[in-house]
T-cell receptor, first 114, second 114 residues
Framework: DAGVIQSPRHEVTEMGQEVTLRCKPI?????LFWYRQTMMRGLELLIY????????DSGMPEDRFSAKMPNASFSTLKIQPSEPRDSAVYFC????????????FGQGTRLTVV | DQQVKQNSPSLSVQEGRISILNCDYT??????FLWYKKYPAEGPTFLIS?????DKNEDGRFTVFLNKSAKHLSLHIVPSQPGDSAVYFC?????????????FGKGTHLIIQP
C-alpha cells in the first residue's frame, strides 16, 4: 500500500477563494482524521470519521470549514471562503481502529492564503 | 525511503526512571523537529519541538536533544510516569521553502511499568 495520499502537496490561493484538500486513506482503515499543523499551535485535530461517518467535528475552527467522506477511499476538507489565517499544513491520517496506537499520516498539504 | 526513522517500535521503562526515545533523520534540509504523543483513544497531540539553531529544548519533565551532525534527536522524559504510556511520534520539517509539510516517523510505543 502506498500509504495515506494527500493532494495537492502545495496550494496557494487568494483570500476569499474556495480551497479543497483531498485525502486517500490506507485501504481497510476504518478511521480517518484531518489535522492542521501550525508552528505556534502544533498539530490540531479538526475532525475524524469512522466508516465514512463524521464522528467529532469539534475541532473545526469555523463554519467556513467542512469535510466529507463520500466513500471509504476518499475524503475532502473544504475551506470556503479562505482567509490568510488558514495558512497552515493540513494532514490527513488513517488508522485501523479508534483504539489503535498506530496512525498513519499523509505528507500533508501546505496551504498558503494570500 | 524513510526520511525519519524511529527504530524502536516499543520501549518499556520503570516508573520513576528516565525514558529515552530516539529518532534519526536523513534529509539535511530538515530544520525543525517535533514530538507528538498519542493515546489509544485520542489523536496525536503536540508535545515539544526544537529548531536546528538549538541543541536542547526543555519543558518540564520533557527534554529534546538535537545532534545535527549525527542527524539524531532524542526525547527524554524524567521521571517517567504511568500517564506517559503512549505512542510517541517524531516529526521533522523544512521551514525554508521545501514546503513539504512534516515527515513523521512510525512511532515508538512507550510503556511505563509500575
Amino acid at each position: 500500500d502506498a500509504g495515506v495520499i494527500q493532494s495537492p502537496r502545495h496550494e496557494v490561493t487568494e483570500m476569499g477563494q474556495e480551497v479543497t484538500l483531498r485525502c486517500k486513506p490506507i485501504s481497510g482503515h476504518d478511521y480517518l482524521f484531518w489535522y492542521r499543523q501550525t508552528m505556534m499551535r502544533g498539530l490540531e485535530l479538526l475532525i475524524y470519521f469512522n466508516n465514512n461517518v463524521p464522528i467529532d467535528d469539534s475541532g473545526m475552527p469555523e463554519d467556513r470549514f467542512s469535510a466529507k467522506m463520500p466513500n471509504a477511499s476518499f475524503s475532502t476538507l473544504k475551506i470556503q471562503p479562505s482567509e490568510p489565517r488558514d495558512s497552515a499544513v493540513y494532514f490527513c491520517a488513517s488508522s485501523l481502529s479508534w483504539g489503535s496506537t498506530e496512525a498513519f499520516f499523509g505528507q500533508g498539504t501546505r496551504l498558503t492564503v494570500v | 525511503d524513510q526520511q525519519v526513522k524511529q527504530n524502536s517500535p516499543s520501549l518499556s521503562v520503570q516508573e520513576g526512571r528516565i525514558s529515552i526515545l530516539n529518532c534519526d533523520y536523513t534529509n539535511s534540509m530538515f530544520d525543525y523537529f517535533l514530538w507528538y504523543k498519542k493515546y489509544p483513544a485520542e489523536g496525536p497531540t503536540f508535545l515539544i519541538s526544537i529548531s536546528s539553531i538549538k541543541d536542547k529544548n526543555e519543558d518540564g519533565r520533557f527534554t529534546v536533544f538535537l545532534n545535527k551532525s549525527a542527524k539524531h534527536l532524542s526525547l527524554h522524559i524524567v521521571p517517567s510516569q504511568p500517564g506517559d504510556s503512549a505512542v510517541y511520534f517524531c516529526a521533522a520539517g523544512d521551514s525554508g521553502g521545501g514546503a513539504d509539510g512534516l515527515t513523521f516517523g512510525k512511532g515508538t510505543h512507550l510503556i511505563i511499568q509500575p
